[in-house]
Nanobody
Framework: QVQLVESGGGLVQTGGSLRLSCVADRTVAALAVMGWYRQAPGKTRELVAKIPWRGRSEYGDFVKGRFTISRDDAKNAIYLQMNDLKPEDTAVYYC?????????WGQGTQVTVSS
């Protein structure tokens, strides 16, 4: 089992920034991949960004350089810095971790971008 707790969502205006945090209950170095996904009402969950224990990070096509994923092994955490937010970024953002070939999810944090 892996427990993930997200924080940092909220309401922001178009063009604003938010930083999401996800803390795991185990060292992130033990997790093969960690990432952020999002789900808007009526839409399927989609990849925002993921960061493997080794290798390059990967981003959804819609990110276009606006978001940055990072990790802090000392704090068992990953972060998602989101800049230049748009109304279409409004969604529930979920932290995800892969551990021993299973995916685990946090409870989600709401991000709302007003126009």
């Amino acid at each position: 089992q892996v427990q993930l707790v997200e924080s940092g969502g909220g309401l922001v205006q178009t063009g604003g920034s938010l930083r999401l945090s996800c803390v795991a209950d185990r060292t992130v170095a033990a997790l093969a991949v960690m990432g952020w996904y999002r789900q808007a009402p009526g839409k399927t969950r989609e990849l925002v960004a993921k960061i493997p224990w080794r290798g390059r990070s990967e981003y959804g096509d819609f990110v276009k350089g606006r978001f940055t994923i990072s990790r802090d092994d000392a704090k068992n955490a990953i972060y998602l810095q989101m800049n230049d937010l748009k109304p279409e970024d409004t969604a529930v953002y979920y932290c995800q971790a892969e551990y021993v070939l299973r995916n685990y999810w946090g409870q989600g944090t709401q991000v709302t971008v007003s126009s």
